[in-house]
């Protein structure tokens, strides 16, 4: 017990230093290392927190977000030279401290002003789960308690990317997204050895918790095919379709389609919007994260790309 | 329970989803013409919802899944969401109307940016913003808020001008960070009460020091989203750097999303006590966005610009209700005049600040300038633009019969009932000053000049139309204190004395 | 004090943190990396309050943890927009700093 303590406690520690380190240095570059190596640190405190598939998705989706950062920090380190020798004004940072300070001091009260017991909804989860047949209990909260929340949030995906989208340029509208990465073959070379141990031990993830439990994980692995699939293309063997293809319009929003035919299908079925048929939970389930799997992993491969910036293809 | 109208609110939210997906996949002509046919569908339903709520007294509810809260999910109607979506229709459908021909795909052409993202991005906001009126979870209402952004930042910068984009990013980390302090709030709730649904919240919470802190976060969050003074900042450059057809989104209806989380918090989360306490500090901001607003506004030489800051002044109004609602219920009273006043000022500066927009941008178009000090001749050119400004202005100050004056009279009753003159002092003042800049720029562009010397661009006489249309809507909007129902009042949560 | 108290507090810390960042920092980047320290701080707020929440055989309480799963991603996608933003700001050929247009335009 008490060595689980001190262990949390340098872990935490530790996480704090990576992430002091990360605000305070002078490179934006080495700020978004720091970065990185801070979401899989994460990840641990996850597991420590008995959050598999939070750990799972903070590792795989921090390694997503450390090569956009990455990428966009090689990008503006010209134009950001002359932010970087910008020191921020004593009484700026002072107000910003007492700030802070405020925010953590409140929150730390409210940690020791939480209820005992914690209220809790394993009971009515665990009441409810065998009705949906599904092994693990966050799947069930994702997949049929709060199915609208992951509806949406496949929504939220959707948006972002047409957001990144409606960037482009107007002449490179129609294009492959995204040409604006610079450099030659020996920045594609960096970014992949930087890439690459982040996606192996997504992998080991995965693979451990595939063998662990049993069924779910949709954004894990989507984030997986993601990341294959931008490995793939920074390396120059596939290139991602044009923006203005239908068939690539059509994989972005399946796993959607999927979700709302069969939730409406619910409704005379089951008699809810997003309710299962009584046996059918489980099937139906997997279909939806097989669909969103493919487009989850699309949408966020190219959400990583960006926007298209090169000249149209004719 | 789910209630019999209960489906019409999953119609309400899987409409808009359907057209975003149809006009994003199909693109080219096809997406301006799906939302054309999903926009006037969208009317009935709002219309339907509202019968339904008056019809039965009481508020539609729909369990999602046929799950029980706080396990599963509810959408939920009452007398405010009903009337938020139906204005939200309305001012989306003039918008439609308006950018009709602006956002045209080019014919035998590939498939433009600017149209196409356009329509995608117009159902897009309809659909976080029916999402925010109906979700009863608040982390279902934390993900309608993040669409709510991601649909709307993209349409600050649709024209891609450097500046545009500066504005947009900046507007995006205000946004950000809005929701993020909201999904904090949203959390503690959790870990102190062990739901998220809000009919559940509103009779388990009590103050403490982490409902205190809870509110905080979730309030400060949502005003950076609102652009409340002094978390306007953002604001100004944004909407004013906008296409105007956007710009009217973006003024009249999404800084309402995260208002309206402002009233589903104080009045049906958060116990009244509480709201007492805080009622007069969020009145003390809008009363100084309506002075800054408005001073700022009265200095700007560009017409878009003194619309966007006259959004700022206009968003204060908004909060006044809060220390009057407090202070009527503190009274033994009902709250409605003040709840009622409240809505009625986001309805009011809907319309009006749309149809504001939409009448500059047709200036814009004609001059090819929006300068206040070369306006002149334009009364002559675009009488009906001019017009519909007007019209727009007085609905702003709070003439009657417009849905500003209805809105202003309620709240100043209110605030002398509770003999809390001093925000009557406030809003008397702002109306003033609103007064001097709407009748400045009106008078400017009634000068006469010699024909010759005006552009012979010509603005089709269908957008003149449906501006001048949303314009009378919003001037005309006072008469629905003449019905004989209080809509607002169906189906609210909480203590809702006689 | 448990080890669930002091991943409560890292999170305390790490959200004060990265509102020092976003407020101090000058560069866009740093401010949107500041962003997900504050981001990554809240679902950290939420794995505490989901591991009290432990009961009956399961290691902390399913609904938080799955919350924490949709706000990963959906803090992703915004990272992701406000990158795309800032880069395309950059090929205009725009200043990167966010401050100078304030005085400019009002």
Redesign the interface.
Known sequence: MMAGLVLDGLLALLVLAVAAWTIGVCQTFAATVGFTVYGLLLAVVWMRLAAPDAALTEAAIGALTGVLLLRAAIQLAPSEAGLNRLRPALKLRLLAGTLAFAITATLAAVVFHLPEPAPTLVPQVTAQQASTGLGNAVTAVLLAFRAIDTLLEAVVLIFALVAVWSLAPDAAWGGIPGAQIKGGSGDVRAYLSRLLPPVGIVIAFYIFWVGADFPGGKFQAGTLLAAMGLLATMAGLIQPPPVASRGLRWALVLGTLVFLALGLAGMPLAGAFLAYPEGWAKPLILLIEAASMLSIGVTLGLLVIGYPAGQAEQ | M?TSGG?LL?AAL?LP??A??AA??L?RAQAPRVVACALPVGLLLALAILADLLCSGEALV??????QP????ALRADGLSAAMLLTTTVVLGVVAWFAWGDFAQPANA?????P??FW??LP?VW?ALN?VFL?NDL??L???L??L???A??LV??E????T??????Y??FA??GS?LY??GA??L??????LDIAQLSTRVHP???TW?AAVLMTVGLLAKTALFPLH?WL??AH?GAPAAASAMLSALVVKGSFFLVIRLWLDVLPGEMMLEAGQWLAGLGAAAILVGNL?ALRQRRLK?LIAYSTVAQIGYLFLMFPLAAGLVGMGLSDAPAVTGGLLQAVSHATAKAAMFMAAGLIYSTLGHDRIEDLQGVAQQLPMTVLAFALGGVALVGLPPSGGFMAKWLLLSAALTTGQWWWAAVMVIGGLMTASYVFSVVVRTIVAVDPEKMPKMAVPRYREASVLALAIFSFLLGCVALLPFEVVQVGRLGSVLP | MTSITLFGLCAAVLIGLGVYGLIVNPQPLRKILAFNLIGSGVFLFFGMIARRGAASGLGGDPVPQALVITGIVVAFSATALAVALLLRLDAAGGPSGLDDAVDGES
Not at chain 2, 62 to 67: E, R, V
Request: glycine share 8%; hydrophobic share 60%.
């Open positions: 789910t489906p999953v899987l989803l359907a975003m997906l994003f996949v693109g729909y369990l999602l899944g046929a799950w706080p396990l599963g999910i590939p498939e433009a940016r600017q196409l993202m995608v991005l897009a659909l999402t979700a982390f279902t934390y993900v309608a993040e669409l952004t991601f649909a930042v993209p910068c649709l891609g001008r450097p500046e984009l500066r504005a947009a990013l900046r995006l980390l950000l960070l993020v999904l904090l959390v503690l959790y870990g102190v009460y062990g739901t403490g020091v982490a802190a900042l100004p450059p004013a700022v610009l």
